[in-house]
């Protein structure tokens, strides 16, 4: 994360990466450079089709959005011009029930922020037990940890009912960064700050399932 950040602060100087002065590729090579091949990585593109997923507006998907993120306690701190020069990042799409719009144990680099509808959270277990980490609601998101760090999913997400989702890729993620690199910074410091959250309560929740 500072390597990310001290990047951030770079590019939001004006200053170009020493090397090539190329535009940034941060997200989308890093599971490459982890030595994931790339057949083993799920897209959204791949996922869309997948899951049956069709397109919805952007206005509808940024109305959405907004409303959303306004109302939390984290991601409030980004104003509404913000969230508005953010949309264009972002995917929207409706998703038919019952879809695995993330699946455990798979590479992934997108995240998901749930607009309308529920997704379950749940995870197998080493010992075949399968345990429901959460339903969610819409305005949560879903999958940054591997868009941040590129590692396996911890978990999957299903659609309980037909939904509606916002996707950020690692495509449109680098773009952000060159494009609007002090936009990028407040969005991964928030990402982080709320995946620390998560994760300390799903931690809490392993650790009483096994005793």
Not at 138 to 157: H, K, Q, T, V
Request: aromatic share 6%.
């Amino acid at each position: 994360m500072k390597g990310i950040l001290s990047l951030l602060r770079r590019n939001t100087r004006g200053d170009k990466p020493p090397e090539d002065q190329t535009d940034s590729v941060l997200f989308s090579t890093a599971f490459a450079s982890q030595g994931v091949d790339a057949s083993m990585l799920v897209p959204w593109e791949a996922r869309a089709v997948e899951v049956g997923a069709k397109r919805l507006p952007p206005s509808r998907g940024g109305k959405l959005l907004q409303a959303l993120w306004a109302k939390d306690k984290y991601m409030a701190h980004l104003d509404t011009d913000a969230v508005e020069r953010m949309e264009r990042f972002f995917e929207f799409a409706a998703v038919p029930a019952n879809r695995d719009v993330i699946r455990q144990e798979e590479y992934g680099n997108f995240m998901v922020v749930l607009l309308t509808g529920a997704i379950a959270v749940d995870r197998l277990q080493p010992w075949g037990e399968q345990l429901r980490l959460a339903e969610t609601r819409p305005g949560d998101i879903l999958g940054e940890m591997s868009l941040l760090d590129s590692g396996i999913r911890f978990s999957a997400c299903t659609t309980l009912i037909d939904s509606e989702i916002a996707v950020l890729s690692a495509e449109a993620m680098d773009d952000m960064m060159t494009k609007d690199p002090q936009l990028a910074a407040s969005l991964i410091a928030l990402l982080a700050r709320k995946l620390s959250l998560r994760l300390r309560v799903v931690s809490a929740r392993l650790s009483d399932n096994q005793k």
